[in-house]
Structures are given as structure tokens and as C-alpha cells.
């Protein structure tokens, strides 16, 4: 069975984050919100893999991630490996380059998640817990002792639906 390694990356700015909406002809994960990011090829680094797709689908220069992944899920049944990084670093302006994928892309705060389908459940609290040291609209940052850090790479193997070929 074919490995799908697969790269994503979580772009953040002040209080909110990118997502783009999978178009609902895709196979994989349709008609859901996703992050940009995409399949690694062979012999290919994955931050080399990460900064190519984000160059293609939104049109931007990764500049960098924030540390370790925020989110690791293996799938051996599925043959699926997913990484996910987050970002405040990237240069130019983020445009939906590949419309065939994504039939939007936009910027959303914490507050507008609720009614949103997204391509993994968890995304919603791992957003927040990635949004909640930015500061509130007055620029005062939550205390310490409220802000959550940022999930481990320890995430449980999660079941996903099985891809039948690159998305």
C-alpha cells in the first residue's frame, strides 16, 4: 500500500488563522476546512515539501515554523502520516493560487469556528489552544496561569477515511 506523508502547515496572525475550504469535488476530505499544506514526494524533506505546497497553493515564502510540530497523527490502517506546524513567518500575501483545491481561503478568530465542518474534529481545540496567547483587542495578554501550550506530538492515533489518491 502507498505511504501518504502528508504536510500542513497552521499560518497564524495576530488573533486568528488561515484556513482554506476543500473543494467539494475533492475525494480526500471533501467540503470541509483544512490547512495548507499537501503530500510529501519521495526523498523529499517534509519542511522542504511544506514550503513548496505553501508556495503553490497560497502564492507565500515560508519562512519558518514555530518549533516542533503541533500535531503528529499516524494512520497505519490507512497508511496515512499527517504532520502539522504553525507559523507567524512567511513573506508576501496569502491568495488561494489553486481554486481546483480550495474554493476558499480566509482568516478566522477563535470565536468563529463554532459551525464550521472541519477535516479533523480536533482542529477546533488545538486552533484555540494555538490562538490563546495572542492578546485581546485592549493588547493585554491572558495571564499566564490561563494560557494553554500548545499540543505535544503526542496525539493518539486518530481513525481517518481512507485517501484513494493524492488530494
Not at 485581546?136 to 485517501?163: C, E, H, M, N
Request: contains cysteine; neutral net charge.
Amino acid at each position: 500500500m502507498e505511504d501518504h506523508r502528508v504536510v500542513a502547515v497552521i499560518l497564524l496572525r495576530a488573533g486568528q488563522v488561515l484556513l482554506c475550504h476543500r473543494s467539494p469535488a475533492r475525494l480526500a476530505y471533501p467540503d470541509v476546512w483544512d490547512f495548507p499544506g499537501g503530500h510529501v514526494e519521495p526523498g523529499e524533506n517534509p519542511l522542504d515539501a511544506l514550503r513548496r505546497e505553501v508556495a503553490e497553493e497560497l502564492g507565500v515564502g515560508l519562512q519558518g515554523v514555530n518549533g516542533g510540530p503541533v500535531l503528529h497523527r499516524v494512520d497505519p490502517q490507512r497508511s496515512l502520516d499527517l504532520t502539522v506546524w504553525a507559523s507567524r513567518r512567511w513573506r508576501g500575501e496569502a491568495s488561494n493560487m489553486q481554486p481546483h483545491e480550495h474554493d476558499a481561503i480566509g482568516w478566522f478568530a477563535k470565536d468563529q469556528f463554532d459551525g464550521l465542518a472541519f477535516a479533523d474534529p480536533s482542529y477546533p481545540s488545538l486552533l484555540r489552544d494555538l490562538l490563546s496567547d495572542w492578546p485581546d483587542a485592549a493588547g493585554k495578554r491572558p495571564p499566564v496561569a490561563a494560557r494553554r501550550t500548545p499540543p505535544s506530538p503526542r496525539f493518539p492515533v486518530l481513525r481517518t477515511r481512507q485517501i484513494t489518491q493524492h488530494p
